[in-house]
T-cell receptor
């Protein structure tokens, strides 16, 4: 069965510092991997996705993530965090089901706090 | 180019009432998904629909919950006889027709926050 683990519930980073949010997944085939960001009371915005090809993917707002099959990881990184990045970040893994649709399984999220 | 539209954004219901949440997918998208986010938790898959068909409802509670995606109009998630435990954010998502062997991006709406009092 698919599963996603985000081991850090909260992370606090100083503005301007680098960021890495961890994501580990369990999936029996080639996974489709996503990072979404959610501000309080808002919906989910897609930051980036990995389907195939280059294992380092670039996303919006200066984020990137690296797919490491050997470690079953898809960690999200940003070299310099801005105060506006404070939000909840969700990693998700998806795959095509027999019925032909893509079902996403989400991690429990990591709340990012940015200190001045 | 409108995104996934959900309404109402916020809904308050008393225990025992019915809640109806509506979702219009992005233009050109024929697949609709409903997810539920309980407080302090991630999103959990509920149901996947195509026009006039429920394809996978493995995440739907066995009772009181139903979903439809009619030929015309939005998708509806219906919760009958709501209880306090139904209080959550309900997210609709849509994607274009899935191509075998490849993935598709799933786009989420802004969510509908249900509060049961």
């Amino acid at each position: 069965a698919q599963s996603v683990t985000q081991p850090d519930i909260h992370i606090t980073v100083s503005e301007g510092a680098s960021l890495e949010l961890r994501c580990n997944y369990s999936y029996g085939a080639t996974p489709y991997l996503f990072w979404y960001v959610q501000s309080p009371g808002q919906g989910l915005q897609l930051l980036l996705k990995y389907f195939s090809g280059d294992t380092l993917v670039q996303g919006i707002k200066g984020f990137e993530a690296e797919f490491k099959r050997s470690q079953s990881s898809f960690n999200l990184r940003k070299p310099s965090v801005h105060w506006s990045d404070a939000a909840e970040y969700f990693c998700a893994v998806g795959g095509l089901m027999n019925t032909g649709f893509q079902k996403l399984v989400f991690g429990t999220g990591t709340r990012l706090l940015v200190s001045p | 180019n409108a995104g996934v539209m959900q309404n109402p954004r916020h809904l308050v219901r008393r225990r025992g009432q019915e809640a109806r949440l509506r979702c219009s997918p992005m233009k050109g998208h024929s697949h609709v998904y409903w997810y539920r986010q309980l407080p302090e938790e991630g999103l959990k898959f509920m149901v996947y629909l195509q026009k006039e068909n429920i394809i996978d409802e493995s995440g739907m509670p066995k009772e009181r919950f139903s979903a439809e995606f009619p030929k015309e109009g939005p998708s509806i998630l219906r919760i009958q006889q709501v209880v306090r435990g139904d209080s959550a954010a309900y997210f609709c998502a849509s994607s274009p027709m899935t191509r075998t062997g490849s993935g598709n991006t799933i786009y989420f709406g802004e969510g509908s926050w249900l509060t049961v009092v």
